[in-house]
């Protein structure tokens, strides 16, 4: 499988986009990836890069966007922060990602067993990473059910993976909030923006 040119990234849709990285995903978790040099990679995209998505992701080391999509070098931008959060610094990576380099999908990937998720369920508190599980924390008080507050920790994995799908939810709309590169974008169709949620269990990527 060749590099992306310019010319075949121009021709992929938003819809196209996604349904790509589906097909990758279907491959990854077959076991039948692609067959790629990417060496050969390297040397296309030395002059040039033109990825078709972007795909803003958690850290998790079990979680890596290039792996389960099954794509190579210069295919897509991979923004990684603990619990897929966006910020400033974030939105303007993807901002030159979408309107400069002319990718066509944003992708906000979640994934079952989130240790942020869990850290922002469980209130914990540890330095920096205090003011990034206060990120979290609106997704936390999102999910009304259980009621039961000794439900609501860490220890209850379904009600972590509930928060961690409206967590990629909520990030999806504060990226429509506070940029309007990407807003105006999206609504003038040239992106989409969609979440999705990663099984650690199993590779399968479904989006939401």
């Given at each position: 499988?060749?590099?992306?040119?310019?010319?075949?990234?121009?021709?992929?849709?938003?819809?196209?986009?996604?349904?790509?990285?589906?097909?990758?995903?279907?491959?990854?978790?077959?076991?039948?990836?692609?067959?790629?040099?990417?060496?050969?990679?390297?040397?296309?995209?030395?002059?040039?890069?033109?990825?078709?998505?972007?795909?803003l992701s958690c850290i998790d080391s079990r979680v890596s966007a290039e792996l389960i999509f099954d794509q190579g070098v210069g295919d897509i931008f991979s923004a990684r922060v603990a619990g897929n959060i966006v910020n400033q610094d974030i939105l303007g990576s993807i901002e030159f990602a979408c309107k400069l380099a002319g990718t066509k999908v944003i992708v906000v990937l979640?994934?079952?067993?989130?240790?942020?998720?869990?850290?922002?369920?469980?209130?914990?508190?540890?330095?920096?990473?205090?003011?990034?599980?206060?990120?979290?924390?609106?997704?936390?008080?999102?999910?009304?059910?259980?009621?039961?507050?000794?439900?609501?920790?860490?220890?209850?994995?379904?009600?972590?993976?509930?928060?961690?799908?409206?967590?990629?939810?909520?990030?999806?709309?504060?990226?429509?909030?506070?940029?309007?590169?990407?807003?105006?974008?999206?609504?003038?169709?040239?992106?989409?923006?969609?979440?999705?949620?990663?099984?650690?269990?199993?590779?399968?990527?479904?989006?939401?």
């Amino acid at each position: 499988m060749k590099a992306l040119t310019k010319e075949k990234q121009a021709a992929i849709s938003p819809d196209i986009a996604i349904q790509l990285l589906k097909e990758g995903n279907e491959r990854f978790v077959h076991n039948k990836t692609a067959e790629r040099d990417l060496l050969e990679q390297v040397s296309d995209t030395a002059s040039g890069q033109y990825p078709f998505a972007t795909i803003l992701s958690c850290i998790d080391s079990r979680v890596s966007a290039e792996l389960i999509f099954d794509q190579g070098v210069g295919d897509i931008f991979s923004a990684r922060v603990a619990g897929n959060i966006v910020n400033q610094d974030i939105l303007g990576s993807i901002e030159f990602a979408c309107k400069l380099a002319g990718t066509k999908v944003i992708v906000v990937l979640g994934h079952t067993a989130c240790g942020a998720v869990k850290g922002a369920c469980d209130d914990a508190r540890l330095g920096n990473l205090t003011i990034l599980l206060d990120k979290i924390r609106p997704a936390v008080e999102a999910v009304s059910n259980p009621s039961d507050t000794s439900l609501r920790n860490s220890k209850n994995i379904d009600f972590v993976n509930e928060v961690a799908v409206k967590n990629v939810q909520l990030t999806i709309d504060k990226t429509r909030r506070i940029s309007p590169v990407l807003k105006e974008m999206e609504d003038n169709g040239d992106i989409k923006i969609v979440g999705a949620m990663y099984d650690i269990q199993n590779g399968k990527v479904t989006f939401v």
